[in-house]
């Protein structure tokens, strides 16, 4: 069984070291690499979001539950989360991309309808009828290994 590798690298972007992760393979494959400033910019914002008839990402997904998926919760009077609280969700939520092949990753195929390609069960509801959802296509592009603003 191979072992996956995360190796933890910093660019600098206006003075400020802004981390990104490569998410490869042993062996030199390719790696994807996932950027902290995309995350913190694009994806968060998809786990707070409201969408009709479902709750949103993070009030199932900030409480101790059986899910791979547990954002740090809110500080007291917080609508978002700090740097802290951020690092430590892109921690969280590299580990639910797939290296071997990105777009077959937990984080898009979770919460995707299974008739669009999604896994069978998702107990928060599908939040995307469609690989062509806006929200999934922007979780689709960091997956792929996107930077800079998506929104």
């Given at each position: 069984?191979?072992?996956?590798?995360?190796?933890?690298?910093?660019?600098?972007?206006a003075?400020?070291?802004?981390?990104?992760?490569?998410v490869?393979?042993?062996g030199?494959?390719?790696?994807?690499?996932?950027?902290?400033?995309?995350?913190?910019?694009?994806?968060?914002p998809?786990?707070?979001?409201?969408?009709?008839?479902?709750?949103?990402?993070?009030?199932?997904h900030?409480?101790?539950?059986?899910?791979?998926?547990?954002?740090?919760?809110?500080?007291?009077?917080?609508?978002?989360?700090?740097?802290?609280?951020?690092?430590?969700?892109?921690?969280?939520?590299?580990?639910?991309?797939?290296?071997?092949?990105?777009?077959a990753s937990?984080?898009?195929?979770h919460?995707?309808?299974?008739?669009?390609?999604?896994?069978?069960?998702?107990?928060?509801?599908?939040?995307?009828?469609?690989?062509?959802?806006?929200?999934?296509?922007?979780?689709?592009?960091?997956?792929?290994?996107?930077?800079?603003p998506?929104?």
């Open positions: 069984m191979l072992a996956l590798r995360l190796l933890m690298v910093a660019f600098v972007a003075g400020t070291a802004v981390p990104v992760v490569a490869a393979q042993p030199g494959s390719a790696a994807t690499q996932l950027d902290y400033a995309f995350f913190k910019t694009s994806i968060q998809i786990f707070t979001a409201k969408r009709p008839g479902l709750v949103r990402c993070v009030q199932c900030t409480h101790s539950t059986n899910s791979r998926l547990l954002l740090q919760p809110f500080a007291a009077g917080a609508a978002s989360w700090d740097e802290e609280q951020s690092r430590k969700n892109f921690e969280t939520v590299v580990r639910l991309v797939s290296p071997v092949k990105p777009i937990r984080l898009l195929m919460p995707l309808a299974r008739a669009a390609g999604g896994d069978p069960f998702h107990a928060g509801g599908k939040h995307w009828d469609s690989q062509d959802a806006p929200e999934w296509r922007i979780l689709a592009a960091w997956v792929r290994g996107q930077t800079g998506s929104r």
